[in-house]
C-alpha cells in the first residue's frame, strides 16, 4: 500500500508507533521509505491493508495520511492528488451555528464536508467547531466567511490546522504552483 505521509521530517519510530496504535492491526507490517514524502507499506495480513483502505480519513500531527493501494507498475510522480481531507475550525461561532446541519452549510462554502469531531457534535468545548472537510487542489482556503441569515450578514474566521500547498495550474496536491514543471514550460514558451 502506497502512502503519501504529508509531514516534512519523519521519524520513523515515532511514525510507526502512532500507526500501530491507530490502525489496530492483526499482522505486522513493514515501512519503506520512498521519497517526497511518500512511503510502502507491507503487510503480511491482507485483511489488514483492506481494513485501513476502508476505513476513515487518517491524520498525523494535523496533516493527512492519503492511502493508495499499490499496484505493478504505479509511478508515484504520476498520482493525481485531487483532492485531500483538512480540518478546519470555526472559533467563537455563534451558538445558533452549532448543529451539524448549519455547519455542514458553512463548510460547504470551502468544500465537501466529511465530520465534524466528537466535541464539536456533542458542544462540549465551544471555543471553535471543528469540521474535517476535503478540499479540491488549487482553490484559495479563505480566512473569514460570511453567512446569511435573515438577520443579515455575519463574518466567521476560519482557521485551517494545515494548509496544503498544491497547484492551480495541474489542480493537483502532489507539488506546489512555484514548483510546477507544466507552468515552466508554458512560460518558457511565452518568453520564446
Ligand atoms: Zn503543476
Redesign the pocket.
Known sequence: MLHKLYHRCCDGLGHREHLVRTWKLKGEFQIYNLHRGFFLFKFNNNEDCDTILEGSNYFFVGRPLILRRWEPGMAIEKLNLSTVPIWMRFPELNLSFWSAHCLSKIASKIGHPLYMDVQTTEASWLSYALVCIEVEAGIDLPNQIDIRTYLGVTHQKVEYEWRPSS??????F????S?????QAKENVKKE
Do not use: Q
Not at 497547484?167 to 493537483?172: D, Q
Not at 502532489?174 to 504552483?177: F, K, L, N, Q, Y
Open positions: 497547484c492551480k495550474e495541474c489542480k493537483s502532489s507539488h506546489a504552483s514548483s510546477c514543471l507544466k507552468k
